[in-house]
């Protein structure tokens, strides 16, 4: 899987996050297609960091990149 088209589709998934003072961060992205993440800033302590995780980044990436089976937060 390309890491550079992910870094692409999660550049345009950030500025929601950061409008809220939080922000992710690619950690890696595994030949099995799991693409991990850390989430900073506000996102990291925020009970509603799953639903942001999974409604969010995890449904834009599988989206836009068949190839993502799975996002995970590390």
Do not use: F, N, Y
Request: hydrophobic share 40%; glycine share 8%.
């Amino acid at each position: 899987m390309d890491e550079k088209k992910v870094k692409e589709v999660l550049d345009e998934v950030r500025p929601q996050l950061q409008a809220d003072g939080g922000d992710a961060e690619l950690v890696e992205v595994t030949d099995e297609g799991i693409v991990k993440v850390r989430l900073v800033g506000a996102c990291a302590g925020c009970p509603m960091s799953t639903m942001t995780l999974a409604m969010g980044i995890e449904k834009t990436l599988k989206d836009r990149i068949p190839e993502v089976k799975k996002v995970e937060a590390v």
